[in-house]
Protein backbone atom coordinates (compact mmCIF):
# COMPACT_ATOMS: atom_id res chain seq x y z
CA UNK A 1 0.00 0.00 0.00
CA UNK A 2 1.07 3.93 0.03
CA UNK A 3 3.50 3.95 2.67
CA UNK A 4 5.75 6.68 3.16
CA UNK A 5 9.11 5.52 5.19
CA UNK A 6 11.16 8.02 7.38
CA UNK A 7 14.67 7.62 9.52
CA UNK A 8 15.87 7.57 11.50
CA UNK A 9 13.65 7.74 13.83
CA UNK A 10 16.11 9.57 16.34
CA UNK A 11 18.74 12.08 16.29
CA UNK A 12 21.02 13.66 19.19
CA UNK A 13 23.52 16.37 18.02
CA UNK A 14 26.03 18.55 19.22
CA UNK A 15 24.62 22.31 18.09
CA UNK A 16 26.37 23.14 15.46
CA UNK A 17 26.18 19.52 13.92
CA UNK A 18 24.45 19.61 10.84
CA UNK A 19 21.26 16.66 10.88
CA UNK A 20 19.71 15.02 7.90
CA UNK A 21 16.21 12.93 7.99
CA UNK A 22 15.23 10.66 4.86
CA UNK A 23 11.44 9.61 3.71
CA UNK A 24 11.41 7.30 1.08
CA UNK A 25 8.49 5.69 -0.65
CA UNK A 26 7.95 2.65 -2.96
CA UNK A 27 6.07 3.84 -5.19
CA UNK A 28 6.13 7.47 -7.13
CA UNK A 29 4.73 10.27 -5.47
CA UNK A 30 2.61 13.38 -6.51
CA UNK A 31 4.44 16.09 -4.21
CA UNK A 32 5.90 15.78 -1.14
CA UNK A 33 5.10 18.43 2.36
CA UNK A 34 7.58 18.58 5.25
CA UNK A 35 6.33 19.92 8.51
CA UNK A 36 7.56 19.90 11.97
CA UNK A 37 6.05 19.34 15.50
CA UNK A 38 8.05 21.07 18.70
CA UNK A 39 7.62 19.57 21.72
CA UNK A 40 3.71 19.92 23.17
CA UNK A 41 3.02 21.47 19.47
CA UNK A 42 1.05 20.73 16.61
CA UNK A 43 2.90 20.35 12.77
CA UNK A 44 3.51 23.37 11.03
CA UNK A 45 4.29 23.70 7.57
CA UNK A 46 7.73 23.86 6.06
CA UNK A 47 7.43 23.55 2.33
CA UNK A 48 5.98 22.06 -0.51
CA UNK A 49 8.42 20.37 -3.49
CA UNK A 50 6.57 18.89 -6.39
CA UNK A 51 9.03 18.64 -9.17
CA UNK A 52 11.66 16.06 -9.50
CA UNK A 53 14.92 17.15 -8.59
CA UNK A 54 13.69 19.89 -7.05
CA UNK A 55 15.72 21.54 -4.00
CA UNK A 56 14.72 24.43 -2.20
CA UNK A 57 16.21 25.99 0.52
CA UNK A 58 15.29 27.95 3.80
CA UNK A 59 18.05 29.62 5.18
CA UNK A 60 20.20 26.75 7.17
CA UNK A 61 17.41 24.12 5.58
CA UNK A 62 17.54 22.37 2.44
CA UNK A 63 14.75 20.40 1.04
CA UNK A 64 15.82 17.41 -2.02
CA UNK A 65 13.44 15.78 -3.90
CA UNK A 66 14.52 12.72 -5.64
CA UNK A 67 14.73 12.48 -9.58
CA UNK A 68 12.20 9.20 -9.47
CA UNK A 69 9.81 11.50 -6.90
CA UNK A 70 10.31 8.66 -4.75
CA UNK A 71 12.47 9.97 -1.77
CA UNK A 72 12.79 13.25 -0.29
CA UNK A 73 15.23 14.57 2.36
CA UNK A 74 15.61 17.95 4.49
CA UNK A 75 18.95 18.51 5.66
CA UNK A 76 20.00 21.68 9.05
CA UNK A 77 22.98 23.05 8.49
CA UNK A 78 24.66 23.83 11.95
CA UNK A 79 21.43 23.23 14.21
CA UNK A 80 20.80 25.47 16.93
CA UNK A 81 18.93 24.65 19.72
CA UNK A 82 15.98 26.07 18.19
CA UNK A 83 15.48 23.71 15.45
CA UNK A 84 14.50 20.85 18.45
CA UNK A 85 11.30 19.05 17.72
CA UNK A 86 10.22 16.54 15.31
CA UNK A 87 10.25 16.35 11.72
CA UNK A 88 7.60 14.92 9.22
CA UNK A 89 7.37 14.47 5.83
CA UNK A 90 4.01 13.80 4.41
CA UNK A 91 3.66 12.75 0.93
CA UNK A 92 0.70 12.90 -1.83
CA UNK A 93 0.67 10.23 -4.39
CA UNK A 94 -2.39 11.91 -6.84
CA UNK A 95 -3.68 14.73 -7.44
CA UNK A 96 -6.19 15.38 -4.95
CA UNK A 97 -4.68 12.90 -2.75
CA UNK A 98 -4.85 13.03 0.98
CA UNK A 99 -1.37 13.23 3.16
CA UNK A 100 0.42 9.95 4.08
CA UNK A 101 3.16 10.93 7.03
CA UNK A 102 6.18 9.63 7.32
CA UNK A 103 6.78 8.59 10.90
CA UNK A 104 9.11 11.56 11.87
CA UNK A 105 12.66 12.47 12.78
CA UNK A 106 12.83 13.36 16.59
CA UNK A 107 15.54 15.89 16.71
CA UNK A 108 17.27 16.73 20.19
CA UNK A 109 20.35 19.84 19.85
CA UNK A 110 22.60 19.55 22.73
CA UNK A 111 24.44 23.00 23.65
CA UNK B 1 -0.26 31.68 7.50
CA UNK B 2 -3.83 30.66 7.62
CA UNK B 3 -4.60 30.13 11.42
CA UNK B 4 -7.34 27.57 12.86
CA UNK B 5 -8.90 27.09 16.00
CA UNK B 6 -9.29 23.50 18.17
CA UNK B 7 -11.51 23.57 21.17
CA UNK B 8 -11.14 22.74 23.98
CA UNK B 9 -7.25 22.13 24.23
CA UNK B 10 -7.87 20.06 26.24
CA UNK B 11 -10.63 17.74 28.33
CA UNK B 12 -10.92 15.28 30.88
CA UNK B 13 -14.19 12.32 30.23
CA UNK B 14 -15.32 9.51 31.90
CA UNK B 15 -16.09 6.53 30.45
CA UNK B 16 -19.12 6.50 27.99
CA UNK B 17 -19.47 10.13 27.31
CA UNK B 18 -19.39 11.77 24.13
CA UNK B 19 -16.79 14.92 23.37
CA UNK B 20 -17.44 17.12 20.92
CA UNK B 21 -14.23 18.79 19.41
CA UNK B 22 -14.51 21.84 16.93
CA UNK B 23 -12.20 22.96 14.38
CA UNK B 24 -12.25 26.16 12.67
CA UNK B 25 -10.37 28.16 10.19
CA UNK B 26 -10.17 31.38 11.02
CA UNK B 27 -9.16 33.73 8.64
CA UNK B 28 -10.19 31.63 4.98
CA UNK B 29 -12.30 29.45 3.96
CA UNK B 30 -11.30 25.84 4.14
CA UNK B 31 -13.19 23.16 1.16
CA UNK B 32 -11.57 20.54 3.40
CA UNK B 33 -11.34 19.66 7.11
CA UNK B 34 -8.97 16.25 8.19
CA UNK B 35 -9.16 14.73 11.77
CA UNK B 36 -5.79 13.40 12.70
CA UNK B 37 -5.01 11.39 15.76
CA UNK B 38 -1.53 11.08 17.51
CA UNK B 39 -0.23 8.84 20.07
CA UNK B 40 2.56 10.05 22.54
CA UNK B 41 5.97 9.76 19.82
CA UNK B 42 4.04 8.32 17.24
CA UNK B 43 3.10 9.92 13.85
CA UNK B 44 -0.08 11.61 12.65
CA UNK B 45 -3.14 8.53 11.72
CA UNK B 46 -5.54 10.27 9.14
CA UNK B 47 -8.98 9.58 10.43
CA UNK B 48 -11.35 11.11 8.14
CA UNK B 49 -11.53 13.98 5.19
CA UNK B 50 -14.14 16.00 5.61
CA UNK B 51 -15.42 18.17 2.68
CA UNK B 52 -18.35 21.37 3.31
CA UNK B 53 -21.62 19.60 3.04
CA UNK B 54 -20.80 16.15 2.34
CA UNK B 55 -20.03 13.04 4.40
CA UNK B 56 -16.98 12.56 5.74
CA UNK B 57 -14.48 10.42 4.08
CA UNK B 58 -13.18 7.26 6.79
CA UNK B 59 -10.01 5.85 6.65
CA UNK B 60 -9.89 2.21 7.17
CA UNK B 61 -10.80 0.89 10.38
CA UNK B 62 -12.25 4.10 11.99
CA UNK B 63 -15.66 3.67 13.08
CA UNK B 64 -17.99 6.29 11.34
CA UNK B 65 -19.94 5.56 14.39
CA UNK B 66 -18.09 6.29 16.78
CA UNK B 67 -16.07 9.22 15.77
CA UNK B 68 -18.96 11.32 14.06
CA UNK B 69 -17.85 14.03 11.70
CA UNK B 70 -19.85 17.00 10.98
CA UNK B 71 -18.51 19.90 8.43
CA UNK B 72 -21.65 22.31 8.35
CA UNK B 73 -19.99 25.43 6.59
CA UNK B 74 -16.42 26.54 5.25
CA UNK B 75 -14.93 27.28 8.57
CA UNK B 76 -16.24 24.77 10.92
CA UNK B 77 -15.58 21.25 11.27
CA UNK B 78 -16.94 18.94 14.50
CA UNK B 79 -15.76 15.45 15.92
CA UNK B 80 -17.33 13.65 18.23
CA UNK B 81 -16.29 10.80 20.18
CA UNK B 82 -19.39 8.92 21.18
CA UNK B 83 -19.49 6.36 24.12
CA UNK B 84 -15.54 6.83 24.69
CA UNK B 85 -13.13 4.11 26.31
CA UNK B 86 -10.08 4.74 27.87
CA UNK B 87 -8.26 3.31 24.68
CA UNK B 88 -9.60 6.44 22.68
CA UNK B 89 -7.40 9.07 24.94
CA UNK B 90 -5.33 10.19 22.28
CA UNK B 91 -4.05 14.09 20.86
CA UNK B 92 -6.64 14.55 18.10
CA UNK B 93 -5.69 17.41 15.92
CA UNK B 94 -7.69 18.73 13.01
CA UNK B 95 -6.01 20.38 9.57
CA UNK B 96 -7.85 22.78 7.13
CA UNK B 97 -6.79 22.86 3.38
CA UNK B 98 -7.96 25.16 0.46
CA UNK B 99 -7.93 22.96 -2.85
CA UNK B 100 -6.64 24.74 -5.92
CA UNK B 101 -6.56 23.41 -9.39
CA UNK B 102 -3.44 21.89 -11.13
CA UNK B 103 -5.09 21.41 -14.78
CA UNK B 104 -8.49 20.26 -14.23
CA UNK B 105 -7.41 18.21 -11.06
CA UNK B 106 -7.77 19.08 -7.27
CA UNK B 107 -4.95 19.70 -5.45
CA UNK B 108 -4.46 20.10 -1.55
CA UNK B 109 -2.85 23.18 -0.99
CA UNK B 110 -0.94 22.85 2.39
CA UNK B 111 -2.42 21.94 5.45
CA UNK B 112 -3.00 24.36 8.33
CA UNK B 113 -2.99 22.52 11.84
CA UNK B 114 -5.39 23.49 14.69
CA UNK B 115 -3.37 23.26 18.15
CA UNK B 116 -5.11 19.80 19.19
CA UNK B 117 -7.03 18.57 21.78
CA UNK B 118 -5.68 16.07 23.84
CA UNK B 119 -8.30 13.75 25.55
CA UNK B 120 -8.49 11.27 28.29
CA UNK B 121 -10.81 9.29 28.75
CA UNK B 122 -11.12 7.68 32.90
Known amino acids: GQQVMQIPQYQHVQEGEDFTTYCNSSTTLSNIQWYKQRPGGHPVFLIQ?????EVKKQKRLTFQFGEAKKNSSLHITATQTTDVGTYFC???????????FGQGTELSVKP | GAVVSQHPSWVICKSGTSVKIECRSL??????MFWYRQFPKQSLMLMAT?????????EQGVEKDKFLINHASLTLSTLTVTSAHPEDSSFYIC??????????????????FGPGTRLTVL
Open chain 2, 50 to 58: SNEGSKATY
Open chain 1, 49 to 53: LVKSG
Open chain 2, 95 to 112: SASSVGLAGVMPTYNEQF
Open chain 2, 27 to 32: DFQATT
Open chain 1, 90 to 100: AGIYNQGGKLI
